[in-house]
Nanobody, 121 residues
Framework: QVQLVESGGGLVQAGGSLRLSCAAS????????MGWFRQAPGKEREFVAG?????YYADSVKGRFTISRDNAKNTVYLQMNSLKPEDTAVYYC?????????????????WGQGTQVTVSS
């Protein structure tokens, strides 16, 4: 089991940027894929971005968001640029059960508590 703690959320105007961080502990970080998901009010949680030895993104954030990881610091990041009001959501960091690529929630066995991102128009 891995413990995840997100930080970096907040309120930003449309067009602005935020960087989310997720600190992991409890197992060998570098062996597993990591992901970011988000849940907007009244909507189901959705995949945003993932990383193992490559990166993959939801179409809605491609070209605006960048996921990265620092295995030495056991941390994964989500750099969010050109933010839009529709990006407003609680963002969750998740650790995969394996090193493989997946966009499915069921593939991720550990979740952080979430951090709120609010984008004003």
């Amino acid at each position: 089991q891995v413990q995840l703690v997100e930080s970096g959320g907040g309120l930003v105007q449309a067009g602005g940027s935020l960087r989310l961080s997720c600190a992991a502990s409890g197992r060998t970080f570098g062996n597993y894929a990591m992901g970011w998901f988000r849940q907007a009010p009244g909507k189901e949680r959705e995949f945003v971005a993932g990383i193992n030895w490559s990166t993959y993104y939801a179409d809605s954030v491609k070209g605006r968001f960048t996921i990265s990881r620092d295995n030495a610091k056991n941390t994964v990041y989500l750099q969010m640029n050109s933010l839009k009001p529709e990006d407003t959501a609680v963002y969750y960091c998740a650790a995969s059960r394996s090193s493989g690529i997946s966009r499915l929630e069921a593939s991720f066995g550990s979740w952080g508590q979430g951090t709120q991102v609010t984008v004003s128009s």
